[in-house]
């Protein structure tokens, strides 16, 4: 352990900043290889007179070594080692109040500059659960980076403007909502004419410098359908994929793009919707009643995950109609994902990463499992539905339910925050695959705004998702 670091209690360091240690030659140095760089919050304990609390950036190392954390106090961007904090470099500190609080604002690492120096570090090590302390530099070089993404995905219930919920004040609404949840990328269904009213309000709130793009997807000919569905992104775009040609699908059901990040790594994004055709929703709330009265089940588990491959259509009023082939929720997905994606990328796939987002309108597998037979709203049943475990056969990660596994603590219902159901349905999706691309956080949001609280629960039929990603290069 370096000799200029002092021990102090285990209360006394915030877990803020996760490095690897390699002691240097010179005994009040340290190196580390920066891996990430992601914002937190953490409350530092201690003597009352060296108390304080900071919100500072939790960087995250990788290599050989001791593993240590910390809290960057002061940072200063510096092209090469040794070099000044002026002219031109980007520099970053925390400045303590009177209150003892210490502020440190989220910033990303430049892949470009060499070397960056940061002082008034803490340390914890690991290897000797010690505490220890240091304000000599710690020269940090560039390792592996990773970009962190926010996408939302949302379908906005004809275009925000649904006369229900509110028609164009809603749609202002949502507008507000949507620039305080701050994405890189928005996925949306039922954009149905909003898609520049929605653009608009992004680059009212993007930063200097960001200008956000928006992308119809839904090329449809005059009178055969809405504008479906959109991308908006603050990155370039490389390409915007071809209205798709599958069994099934179009371009009103499914298409994408690939952009380049900030960092210049390559990412696709896709947007998806699946027919409501044999909507699970009308039977499965007539089979929650039948089991809360204590009748028997009409339709049993087999039969409900079999809505996905089915081609009926059911309406609230009982009426029941059919619809051509190929368009069940399970054929369309097979499509999407045989066809359509291959299409794009390849046969054998990308070593681009991606993301899959949109309504599918069919529930997850993983929500309905034996482990949660007795979840909230389950009453027992055990449904093993097709069309989310096609996806996830094709190698795609739900990021919801890899970071909310409990499905009785976390049912990310999505649908409807507007309607008092028997059982709750998670229908919307943010999927992702391929290397370097990991899940940070995952939100369904369902809430209106305090400012926009009315006598509508939320802005749509459908909550929205929100979801942060890393891209590591």
Request: include cysteine.
């Amino acid at each position: 352990m370096p000799s200029a670091l002092r021990l102090f209690t285990a209360a006394a360091v915030s877990p803020l900043l996760a490095a690897v240690f390699v002691p240097s030659a010179a005994a009040d140095e340290a190196v580390v290889k920066v891996a990430e760089l992601t914002a937190g919050s953490e409350a530092i304990g201690g003597p009352a007179e060296t108390s304080w609390r900071a919100r500072a950036d939790v960087l995250v190392t990788d290599g050989a070594g001791n593993p240590v954390r910390g809290a960057v106090v002061r940072a200063v961007w510096a092209p090469t080692p040794g070099a000044s904090d002026n002219g031109g470099e980007r520099r970053v500190s925390c400045v303590t109040g009177t209150d003892g609080t210490c502020e440190l604002r989220r910033t990303i690492i430049d892949a470009a500059k060499d070397h960056l120096a940061i002082t008034g570090v803490r340390y914890r090590t690991a290897r000797y659960d010690e505490e220890a302390s240091a304000t000599s530099a710690v020269a940090v070089q560039p390792a592996e980076l990773a970009e962190p993404v926010r996408v939302m995905q949302w379908n906005i219930f004809h275009g925000g403007r649904n006369e229900g919920l509110g028609g164009e004040v809603n749609l202002a609404q949502l507008l507000e909502f949507v620039q305080t949840r701050r994405p890189d990328v928005l996925a949306t269904v039922e954009t149905y004419g909003s898609g520049d009213r929605i653009l608009d309000a992004l680059n009212e709130v993007a930063p200097a410098g960001v200008e956000y793009t928006g992308t119809k997807i839904t090329q449809r000919e005059p009178g055969q359908g809405g504008d479906n569905l959109w991308i908006f992104s603050r990155y370039g775009i490389e390409k915007v994929y071809p209205p798709v040609e599958a069994p099934g699908i179009d371009s009103f059901n499914f298409g994408g793009l690939r952009l380049t990040l900030d960092s210049g790594r390559s990412v696709d994004v896709f947007d998806t919707w699946l027919n409501w055709i044999s909507d699970p929703e009308y039977v499965m709330e007539r089979e929650a009643q039948a089991i809360d009265e204590g009748r028997e089940r009409p339709y049993g588990d087999e039969s409900l995950a079999s809505s996905d491959l089915s081609t009926i259509r059911y309406y609230p009023d009982g009426k029941v109609t059919t619809v051509p082939e190929p368009e069940s929720r399970m054929q369309q997905m097979q499509a999407v994902l045989d066809d359509a994606i291959p299409g794009y990328v390849g046969e054998a796939g990308s070593d681009v990463p991606a993301v899959l987002a949109g309504d599918l309108n069919a529930s997850s597998h993983l929500d309905w499992t034996a482990e949660f037979a007795d979840a909230p709203g389950h009453r027992g049943m055990v449904i093993d539905w097709p069309v989310t475990r096609a996806v996830e056969d094709d190698g795609w990660t739900d990021t919801y339910r890899s970071l909310h596994p409990d499905v009785a603590e976390h049912p990310g219902a999505t649908w409807t925050p507007i309607e008092r159901l028997r059982v709750p349905r998670r229908i919307d999706f943010t999927f992702v695959k391929g290397r370097g691309v990991d899940v940070r956080g995952a939100d369904i949001v369902d809430a209106k705004l305090p400012r926009h609280a009315d006598q509508h629960a939320f802005y749509s039929d459908h909550a929205a998702q929100i979801t942060d990603l890393s891209f590591h290069h």
